[in-house]
């Protein structure tokens, strides 16, 4: 496994600065979350930005992940809407378009994977209606991500359709395909008591393809500094060590760019005693 970070903690710092922080820290990876600035859709800098950013993770011997959890990206007044559970077909289709603009630069990066999540049902649909509505938009993500041969890693996530573990299981019992994969958050398994951790991620190694870290109260959705939660992150990193996990486990602190660098800082200096790191670009 190796040590990355998530581009959502560094949001008022230019991409490349960022990454060059990273790795100048000790980072082998980064999740890129794509947002204004950042390989967005539609803006005329992003090819220049793709090619410039492989050359860098090439660099740095880095590895990514795309990840595509922005808040305002494609709507300025709703937050992560729309989705692919949103009422109007027309909205599911640019979240569809979004997804594919991902996987583009995924393909572009030699990403892990490309990480989404289902979106909050805002509607009041029934569930048939909702898991018909995300299952079709869904497949025809997954079917686009193939033919780039670029891995889907879905994310439950608290307060959206698809917010558990045991609704991801549903989730897979309406759709799987080979290259839909997990994205499993450390933080969120506690704040839902999806408990024991090391129990999940046994249950869930061979889907595993993203990690997401930091730390949490339970019943508070709130990412926090690791030690200012309740989670106890040596048995969660031995866990992933034991299921021979390759990937990344990308430390998410998304309300912490005020403090960007120290952030950074402190996560790395209280995860890298704990984590048997791997160097390199190879894939899990």
Same mark, same amino acid.
């Given at each position: 496994?190796?040590?990355?970070?998530?581009?959502? &903690?560094? %949001?008022?710092?230019?991409?490349?600065?960022?990454?060059?922080?990273?790795?100048?820290?000790?980072?082998?990876?980064?999740?890129?979350?794509?947002?204004?600035?950042?390989?967005?859709?539609?803006?005329?800098?992003?090819?220049?930005?793709?090619?410039?950013?492989?050359?860098?993770?090439?660099?740095?011997?880095?590895?990514?992940?795309?990840?595509?959890?922005?808040?305002?990206?494609?709507?300025?007044?709703?937050?992560?809407?729309?989705?692919?559970?949103?009422?109007?077909?027309?909205?599911? %289709?640019?979240?569809?378009?979004?997804?594919?603009?991902?996987?583009?630069? %995924?393909?572009?990066?030699?990403?892990?994977?490309?990480?989404?999540?289902? =979106?909050?049902?805002?509607? =009041?649909?029934?569930?048939?209606?909702?898991?018909?509505?995300?299952?079709?938009?869904? &497949?025809?993500?997954?079917?686009?991500?193939?033919? %780039?041969?670029?891995?889907?890693?879905?994310?439950?996530?608290?307060?959206?359709?698809?917010?558990?573990?045991?609704?991801?299981?549903?989730?897979? @019992?309406?759709?799987?395909?080979?290259?839909?994969?997990?994205?499993?958050?450390?933080?969120?398994?506690?704040?839902?008591?999806?408990?024991?951790?090391?129990?999940?991620?046994?249950?869930?190694?061979?889907?595993?393809?993203?990690?997401?870290?930091?730390?949490?109260?339970?019943?508070?959705?709130?990412?926090?500094?690791?030690?200012?939660?309740?989670?106890?992150?040596?048995?969660?990193?031995?866990?992933?060590?034991?299921?021979?996990?390759? &990937?990344?486990?990308?430390?998410?602190?998304?309300?912490?760019?005020?403090?960007?660098?120290?952030?950074?800082?402190?996560?790395?200096?209280?995860?890298?005693?704990?984590?048997?790191?791997?160097?390199?670009? @190879?894939?899990?």
């Amino acid at each position: 496994m190796y040590l990355g970070y998530n581009t959502n &903690g560094l %949001a008022h710092h230019d991409l490349f600065d960022a990454v060059e922080l990273l790795a100048e820290i000790g980072y082998r990876g980064v999740a890129i979350t794509i947002d204004h600035g950042v390989l967005a859709p539609g803006d005329e800098r992003t090819p220049l930005q793709l090619r410039r950013l492989r050359r860098l993770l090439d660099r740095h011997g880095m590895r990514s992940v795309i990840e595509t959890g922005a808040r305002f990206l494609l709507d300025p007044r709703q937050k992560h809407e729309p989705t692919l559970v949103s009422v109007d077909p027309h909205c599911r %289709a640019r979240r569809i378009d979004f997804y594919r603009h991902a996987i583009r630069c %995924a393909a572009e990066l030699a990403s892990d994977c490309v990480s989404l999540w289902s =979106g909050a049902l805002r509607d =009041g649909a029934s569930d048939d209606v909702a898991w018909a509505r995300l299952v079709e938009g869904l &497949g025809r993500v997954l079917r686009d991500a193939a033919a %780039a041969n670029v891995v889907i890693a879905f994310e439950p996530e608290p307060g959206m359709f698809v917010d558990s573990m045991t609704r991801f299981e549903s989730l897979l @019992a309406r759709v799987d395909e080979p290259n839909l994969r997990l994205t499993l958050d450390i933080g969120h398994l506690h704040c839902q008591g999806e408990t024991p951790i090391a129990g999940q991620i046994h249950r869930w190694a061979l889907r595993l393809a993203n990690v997401h870290l930091e730390d949490m109260r339970q019943g508070i959705h709130e990412h926090l500094m690791f030690g200012e939660g309740e989670i106890e992150f040596p048995p969660v990193l031995h866990a992933l060590a034991d299921v021979s996990y390759g &990937g990344g486990v990308h430390v998410e602190l998304s309300r912490h760019s005020h403090e960007g660098p120290i952030a950074a800082q402190r996560a790395y200096d209280f995860l890298r005693p704990h984590l048997p790191l791997r160097s390199g670009r @190879a894939k899990p």
